[in-house]
């Protein structure tokens, strides 16, 4: 391979001048258009001010100093922040990406963003009295904090990526199930922050933009400081160390100088996603014609040009195509995530195959293979938790009942108050239980699949397509809970699932193809969900979001059904595939040197996944972590082969679930939290442990 | 051999399920528990509640104390806001509201509720009916417990058509218990869908007589308020009501378009709405920015009084150019109403809402 074309060799072979020149007439051509569009920019605005009066403003001749007022007042901030923005994420993801040497690798994965929006979120919920000048500090005080708590759990900057993207990802998810819990209970208090939650650029003023511009310029000098080490870090380890990179330190203070970064936009901008790993991304893919740019001093600069003209470009094509007072309803957020997930699904096609095994990160595979007995004595244990978690299901609640009710219930012979709440509370614990179990189940099938410790049904973008099915019925005038909703959920599920599939077939299926082509499909889903919701009810948090976070409040038998019916197609024959699941979880090439038809076996596999995800749906609304910490939980109590894994991860998931919607449904009642959000915040904090366990 | 400290946990896991399992035997004592508990809900009124209940002995509406109108009896049909029928043997008595609107027209019928959801929340947010003490708390108004609902002995629950979800109310009706969908605004014209959604509980309290009495007296207010203001002659009758929302560097401006009940009270005192921009169907709200609030010429800015833990919106706004040249901030012409005014409520706010619009123009 020439030097050209490997990105390592590239980044550490001097220049030599005609690259220079090369390189240096991408940088200010990315400039100038980065001046045109910050110009067009500039000619939009919801006061109608256009062209002509922009003009008459640098002849001298806006006598009422009006021009002026909106132009310092209003479309400079918009626009200062918009490049500030951009700028600080492209660097941020560039240095991120680096570091961790995956190309999928973003300010979001350490949680600074969801620090930031839970800060925010919180300070707003409970009342507390923050004076204006320091309500940006706020924002950036939760994101610093979150990534340190990150930091901290995943053994220090230095640390592995692997155990950063991991400890990084389960804390993004219990702090988004924090927040969203906060919003979906100080309703009043946290009015308008729905919004929020997906970026703005509308800004109050210059104020926010002098505070966090020194910050950012600081990290990004910083960040070129490091350029050099950062090109011999992409040697590998090992290699980069033999050449005198203190490798650890070099990758502890790129990891600081992102979350700094990321906190600084976060304050200027709200939580706005996928730039962070949209323009790094572009930037390499640019660098198979410009190698130049495998080199960081070039590269983080452009991955900052290429960031503010994403950010500017979009909120500059959506304003001319709505309108400026149309666009305001779509959060910037929404517009760059859209875009991203689109770039992304292109490169993730454009992704040469792995090849051979990725290596089974999996947290708990070096377990030790576990005696029957052992396996047994476990089956027996977790079935028994079940019954007992089932019967605490029924009993508790705003009315504690007594085992004596149930019984008179089941007669037929209870006073009306019990029989009330138990024909309230029973179709509950049984969805929660079956939701539970079936999730579970289909996050067994999909990490032996994708061989990703991080693999769970929502990640090939089956929850997302739910969502996006159930906002449309709602937001389209049906009631939420009618049979209409649920067929479309399911519907947008499946469709969702195919179109993953399909995208990420190439003459077959790579795992890690479809793990990022499902990433990217979820993040259109989540983009479509949030702007068809902010759409219907632009300030208020959509009463759908208790159900888009999972809750099994209003179900009734006849929602429950449709999963047991789909349990028993499934079950049996999963129970079939069960070696063929040992086998496909090792890697890609044992299953065929076992005699077993790989691609037909992963499409059944997978089907059978994302219609038990899809028709979880029905039964308990959206739901997240239970597809993925019930198969690590029962990988570490029973070894990994499926025969064993199964039950007891079914179970697991059932006891999961039907605990937290027991939980949510006690604690504060008469108030209740969803299913879904206690899960994530009792789950995250045992992922978090079970990943400690592991070795680095 | 087991050692020591497992078989401790042993034994004290033993213990605790067996002594779960003898507190879990047995059965409720229903007779005991039949009168509903009500859980410590309706907090005394807030400061922000300190302003005169509007329906007091000196306000616009006749108070209940004084109220001699009569409650009618007999069988009641409705039809409700979903076109559905519904049918009760006598008006109800014993009535559970779910959305804050329906609370307040409830209490200027001189009914109290049962059961409210988010009682805490209605006595910060709505000062217009203050909230009596023994009102049983059912949870949030997007999902109210069904289980404290049907333990507060419910004759009638008020829910509003937009929200909650009706397929968990068809379990109320499985045990009979009626259940009342009221329109929550209407943006074609929420004064009369206010009306409407009052006059609905009216009649399901038999309590039409009162409904006519406090619908008469509003009328004569909202005339005598635009009198008032048409007798200072202010400098100009254009207005725009906005609330809006500061985090970190952002902001989002929420004014009160056509066909929101803010603004339409406003155009009934005689004053003109400047805000025409889009707004949504069901409230009539709109989206700004700061720039967008220079399209609205000179018209005068009233703001929410009711603040929130980072204080007055406007001294966000303070020192942004585009807002320092507005002719109503020049002119100090930026008023912000009395707090506690809740903007989508019955008639009393509407009360509320008049007075201080007078208070702003002719202060």
């Given at each position: 391979?020439?030097?050209?074309?490997?990105?390592?060799?590239?980044?550490?072979?001097?220049?030599?001048?005609?690259?220079?020149?090369?390189?240096?007439?991408?940088?200010?051509?990315?400039?100038?258009?980065?001046?045109?569009?910050?110009?067009?920019?500039?000619?939009?605005?919801?006061?109608?001010?256009?062209?002509?009066?922009?003009?008459?403003?640098?002849?001298?001749?806006?006598?009422?100093?009006?021009?002026?007022?909106?132009?310092?007042?209003?479309?400079?901030?918009?626009?200062?922040?918009?490049?500030?923005?951009?700028?600080?994420?492209?660097?941020?993801?560039?240095?991120?990406?680096?570091?961790?040497?995956?190309?999928?690798?973003?300010?979001?994965?350490?949680?600074?963003?969801?620090?930031?929006?839970?800060?925010?979120?919180?300070?707003?919920?409970?009342?507390?009295?923050?004076?204006?000048?320091?309500?940006?500090?706020?924002?950036?005080?939760?994101?610093?904090?979150?990534?340190?708590?990150?930091?901290?759990?995943?053994?220090?900057?230095?640390?592995?990526?692997?155990?950063?993207?991991?400890?990084?990802?389960?804390?993004?998810?219990?702090?988004?199930?924090?927040?969203?819990?906060?919003?979906?209970?100080?309703?009043?208090?946290?009015?308008?922050?729905?919004a929020?939650g997906s970026g703005t650029?509308?800004?109050?003023?210059?104020?926010?933009?002098?505070?966090?511009?020194?910050?950012?310029?600081?990290?990004?000098?910083?960040?070129?400081?490091?350029?050099?080490?950062?090109?011999?870090?992409?040697?590998?380890?090992?290699?980069?160390?033999?050449?005198?990179?203190?490798?650890?330190?070099?990758?502890?203070?790129?990891?600081?100088?992102?979350?700094?970064?990321?906190?600084?936009?976060?304050?200027?901008?709200?939580?706005i996603g996928f730039?962070?790993?949209?323009?790094?991304?572009?930037?390499?893919?640019?660098?198979?014609?410009?190698?130049?740019?495998?080199?960081?001093?070039?590269?983080?600069?452009?991955?900052?040009?290429?960031?503010?003209?994403?950010?500017?470009?979009s909120?500059?094509?959506l304003?001319?195509?709505?309108?400026?007072?149309?666009?305001?309803e779509i959060p910037t957020g929404v517009t760059t995530t859209l875009l991203?997930?689109?770039?992304?699904?292109?490169?993730?096609?454009?992704?040469?195959?792995?090849?051979?095994?990725?290596?089974?990160?999996?947290?708990?595979?070096?377990?030790?293979?576990?005696?029957?007995?052992?396996?047994?004595?476990?089956?027996?244990?977790?079935?028994?938790?079940?019954?007992?978690?089932?019967?605490?299901?029924?009993?508790?609640?705003?009315?504690?009942?007594?085992?004596?009710?149930?019984?008179?219930?089941?007669?037929?012979?209870?006073?009306?108050?019990?029989?009330?709440?138990?024909?309230?509370?029973?179709?509950?614990?049984?969805?929660?239980?079956?939701?539970?179990?079936?999730?579970?189940?289909?996050?067994?099938?999909?990490?032996?699949?994708?061989?990703?410790?991080?693999?769970?049904?929502?990640?090939?973008?089956?929850?997302?397509?739910?969502?996006?099915?159930?906002?449309?019925?709602?937001?389209?005038?049906?009631?939420?809970?009618?049979?209409?909703?649920?067929?479309?959920?399911?519907?947008?599920?499946?469709?969702?699932?195919?179109?993953?599939?399909?995208?990420?077939?190439?003459?077959?299926?790579?795992?890690?193809?479809?793990?990022?082509?499902?990433?990217?499909?979820?993040a259109v889903?989540a983009g479509l969900t949030t702007y068809l919701l902010l759409r219907?009810?632009?300030?208020?948090?959509?009463?759908?979001?208790?159900?888009?976070?999972?809750?099994?409040?209003?179900?009734?038998?006849?929602?429950?059904?449709?999963?047991?019916?789909?349990?028993?197609?499934?079950?049996?024959?999963?129970?079939?595939?069960?070696?063929?699941?040992?086998?496909?979880?090792?890697?890609?090439?044992?299953?065929?040197?076992?005699?077993?038809?790989?691609?037909?076996?992963?499409?059944?596999?997978?089907?059978?996944?994302?219609?038990?995800?899809?028709?979880?749906?029905?039964?308990?609304?959206?739901?997240?972590?239970?597809?993925?910490?019930?198969?690590?939980?029962?990988?570490?109590?029973?070894?990994?082969?499926?025969?064993?894994?199964?039950?007891?991860?079914?179970?697991?998931?059932?006891?999961?679930?039907?605990?937290?919607?027991?939980?949510?449904?006690?604690?504060?009642?008469?108030?209740?939290?969803?299913?879904?959000?206690?899960?994530?915040?009792?789950?995250?904090?045992?992922?978090?442990?079970?990943?400690?366990?592991?070795?680095? | 051999?087991?050692?020591?400290?497992?078989?401790?946990?042993?034994?004290?896991?033993?213990?605790?399920?067996?002594?779960?399992?003898?507190?879990?035997?047995?059965?409720?004592?229903?007779?005991?528990?039949?009168?509903?508990?009500?859980?410590?809900?309706?907090?005394?009124?807030?400061?922000?509640?300190?302003?005169?209940?509007?329906?007091?002995?000196?306000?616009?509406?006749?108070?209940?104390?004084?109220?001699?109108?009569?409650?009618?009896?007999?069988?009641?049909?409705?039809?409700?806001?979903?076109?559905?029928?519904?049918?009760?043997?006598?008006?109800?008595?014993?009535?559970?509201?779910?959305?804050?609107?329906?609370?307040?027209?409830?209490?200027?019928?001189?009914?109290?509720?049962?059961?409210?959801?988010?009682?805490?929340?209605?006595?910060?947010?709505?000062?217009?009916?203050?909230?009596?003490?023994?009102?049983?708390?059912?949870?949030?108004?997007?999902?109210?417990?069904?289980?404290?609902?049907?333990?507060?002995?419910?004759?009638?629950?008020?829910?509003?058509?937009?929200?909650?979800?009706?397929?968990?109310?068809?379990?109320?009706?499985?045990?009979?218990?009626?259940?009342?969908?009221?329109?929550?605004?209407?943006?074609?014209?929420?004064?009369?869908?206010?009306?409407?959604?009052?006059?609905?509980?009216?009649?399901?309290?038999?309590?039409?007589?009162?409904?006519?009495?406090?619908?008469?007296?509003?009328?004569?207010?909202?005339?005598?308020?635009?009198?008032?203001?048409?007798?200072?002659?202010?400098?100009?009758?254009?207005?725009?009501?906005?609330?809006?929302?500061?985090?970190?560097?952002?902001?989002?401006?929420?004014?009160?378009?056509?066909?929101?009940?803010?603004?339409?009270?406003?155009?009934?005192?005689?004053?003109?709405?400047?805000?025409?921009?889009?707004?949504?169907?069901?409230?009539?709200?709109?989206?700004?920015?700061?720039?967008?609030?220079?399209?609205?010429?000179?018209?005068?800015?009233?703001?929410?009084?009711?603040?929130?833990?980072?204080?007055?919106?406007?001294?966000?706004?303070?020192?942004?150019?585009?807002?320092?040249?507005?002719?109503?901030?020049?002119?100090?012409?930026?008023?912000?109403?009395?707090?506690?005014?809740?903007?989508?409520?019955?008639?009393?706010?509407?009360?509320?809402?008049?007075?201080?619009?007078?208070?702003?123009?002719?202060?």
């Amino acid at each position: 391979m020439s030097v050209d074309q490997d990105p390592v060799a590239a980044a550490v072979t001097p220049l030599r001048g005609r690259r220079v020149v090369g390189a240096g007439a991408v940088l200010l051509g990315l400039t100038g258009l980065l001046v045109v569009a910050s110009a067009w920019h500039l000619t939009q605005g919801t006061s109608g001010l256009g062209v002509s009066d922009l003009l008459r403003l640098v002849t001298g001749g806006d006598t009422t100093g009006q021009v002026r007022d909106v132009v310092v007042g209003s479309r400079l901030p918009r626009l200062a922040a918009g490049l500030l923005v951009g700028v600080a994420l492209g660097v941020a993801g560039a240095l991120l990406q680096s570091v961790a040497r995956n190309p999928i690798a973003s300010p979001d994965t350490l949680a600074v963003t969801a620090g930031a929006y839970v800060a925010v979120v919180a300070v707003a919920a409970f009342g507390v009295a923050v004076p204006l000048w320091a309500s940006g500090l706020v924002a950036f005080a939760g994101g610093v904090l979150a990534a340190g708590l990150v930091l901290a759990m995943a053994g220090g900057a230095g640390t592995s990526t692997s155990r950063l993207v991991l400890a990084g990802s389960a804390v993004a998810l219990a702090l988004q199930s924090a927040t969203a819990m906060l919003l979906v209970l100080f309703e009043e208090e946290t009015t308008g922050l729905f919004a929020w939650g997906s970026g703005t650029l509308s800004q109050l003023g210059l104020r926010a933009f002098w505070q966090a511009s020194p910050v950012v310029l600081a990290c990004v000098v910083g960040a070129l400081l490091l350029a050099r080490r950062l090109d011999l870090l992409g040697l590998g380890d090992d290699g980069a160390a033999s050449l005198g990179v203190p490798v650890r330190a070099t990758r502890g203070a790129g990891v600081l100088l992102a979350v700094l970064l990321t906190a600084a936009a976060v304050t200027l901008a709200g939580p706005i996603g996928f730039i962070g790993l949209v323009a790094p991304a572009l930037v390499r893919l640019a660098a198979r014609w410009a190698p130049a740019f495998h080199r960081h001093a070039l590269l983080l600069p452009a991955s900052g040009l290429v960031g503010a003209l994403v950010v500017v470009l979009s909120d500059v094509v959506l304003r001319a195509w709505l309108g400026a007072a149309a666009a305001i309803e779509i959060p910037t957020g929404v517009t760059t995530t859209l875009l991203g997930a689109v770039v992304l699904v292109v490169l993730a096609r454009r992704m040469r195959d792995a090849g051979s095994s990725r290596g089974t990160a999996r947290a708990g595979a070096r377990a030790p293979s576990r005696s029957r007995g052992r396996f047994v004595v476990v089956l027996v244990v977790v079935a028994g938790v079940t019954v007992g978690a089932v019967v605490l299901g029924l009993l508790a609640g705003y009315t504690w009942l007594r085992t004596g009710d149930v019984a008179l219930w089941l007669g037929g012979d209870a006073p009306p108050f019990v029989a009330f709440a138990l024909d309230e509370r029973a179709p509950r614990v049984a969805a929660a239980v079956v939701g539970g179990g079936a999730l579970a189940l289909a996050g067994c099938l999909v990490q032996a699949t994708c061989r990703n410790p991080l693999a769970e049904p929502g990640i090939l973008g089956i929850t997302g397509g739910a969502g996006v099915g159930a906002v449309v019925v709602v937001t389209a005038g049906g009631g939420s809970g009618t049979p209409v909703l649920l067929g479309a959920a399911v519907v947008g599920g499946l469709v969702a699932f195919a179109l993953v599939y399909l995208v990420s077939w190439r003459g077959g299926l790579d795992s890690d193809r479809i793990v990022l082509v499902g990433v990217g499909v979820s993040a259109v889903a989540a983009g479509l969900t949030t702007y068809l919701l902010l759409r219907s009810s632009p300030w208020d948090t959509p009463r759908l979001y208790t159900w888009l976070s999972g809750t099994t409040y209003g179900r009734s038998w006849g929602q429950v059904l449709p999963v047991v019916l789909v349990l028993l197609v499934v079950v049996p024959v999963v129970v079939a595939l069960r070696r063929e699941l040992d086998l496909l979880a090792v890697d890609d090439d044992t299953p065929r040197l076992a005699g077993v038809p790989l691609e037909r076996a992963r499409l059944v596999v997978l089907t059978a996944a994302a219609v038990l995800s899809a028709t979880c749906v029905v039964a308990v609304g959206v739901v997240g972590f239970v597809g993925l910490v019930a198969p690590h939980a029962a990988r570490a109590l029973v070894g990994g082969r499926h025969s064993r894994v199964l039950p007891v991860a079914v179970l697991l998931g059932a006891v999961l679930l039907s605990l937290a919607d027991t939980l949510g449904r006690t604690v504060i009642a008469p108030a209740q939290v969803p299913a879904g959000l206690v899960v994530a915040l009792i789950g995250a904090p045992y992922f978090v442990w079970l990943l400690a366990r592991t070795r680095a | 051999m087991t050692s020591s400290p497992l078989r401790r946990a042993r034994t004290a896991v033993t213990s605790l399920l067996l002594l779960g399992g003898l507190a879990a035997c047995g059965t409720t004592d229903s007779g005991a528990d039949a009168t509903p508990n009500p859980s410590g809900s309706s907090a005394p009124a807030s400061e922000s509640a300190e302003a005169a209940a509007e329906t007091g002995p000196d306000s616009a509406l006749t108070g209940c104390a004084d109220d001699d109108t009569a409650t009618a009896t007999g069988p009641v049909s409705l039809t409700d806001a979903l076109g559905r029928t519904v049918e009760l043997d006598q008006p109800a008595q014993r009535v559970a509201v779910l959305e804050w609107g329906q609370t307040e027209s409830l209490l200027t019928l001189c009914v109290s509720p049962v059961a409210v959801a988010d009682p805490e929340g209605y006595t910060t947010w709505d000062t217009a009916e203050p909230l009596p003490e023994g009102v049983a708390d059912v949870g949030t108004r997007g999902e109210p417990n069904l289980d404290a609902l049907f333990r507060a002995e419910p004759d009638l629950v008020v829910v509003e058509a937009s929200g909650g979800d009706e397929s968990a109310l068809q379990q109320l009706a499985d045990y009979d218990v009626p259940v009342l969908a009221t329109a929550g605004a209407d943006a074609a014209d929420p004064v009369a869908a206010m009306s409407e959604t009052f006059d609905l509980i009216a009649q399901a309290t038999g309590r039409q007589e009162r409904a006519e009495v406090v619908l008469d007296e509003l009328e004569a207010h909202l005339d005598a308020s635009a009198d008032a203001i048409a007798a200072a002659a202010p400098t100009t009758t254009s207005f725009v009501y906005f609330d809006g929302y500061v985090d970190g560097g952002n902001v989002a401006l929420r004014p009160f378009g056509q066909g929101s009940f803010v603004g339409e009270v406003g155009e009934r005192l005689g004053l003109t709405n400047a805000w025409t921009g889009k707004v949504d169907e069901l409230y009539g709200l709109g989206q700004s920015d700061i720039e967008g609030m220079s399209t609205v010429g000179d018209a005068v800015l009233l703001r929410t009084g009711t603040y929130n833990e980072s204080g007055d919106l406007t001294e966000a706004l303070e020192g942004n150019p585009v807002w320092e040249a507005l002719p109503a901030v020049a002119e100090d012409r930026s008023v912000a109403f009395a707090p506690g005014i809740w903007t989508f409520g019955g008639p009393a706010s509407a009360v509320q809402l008049a007075d201080a619009y007078v208070a702003a123009f002719s202060g």
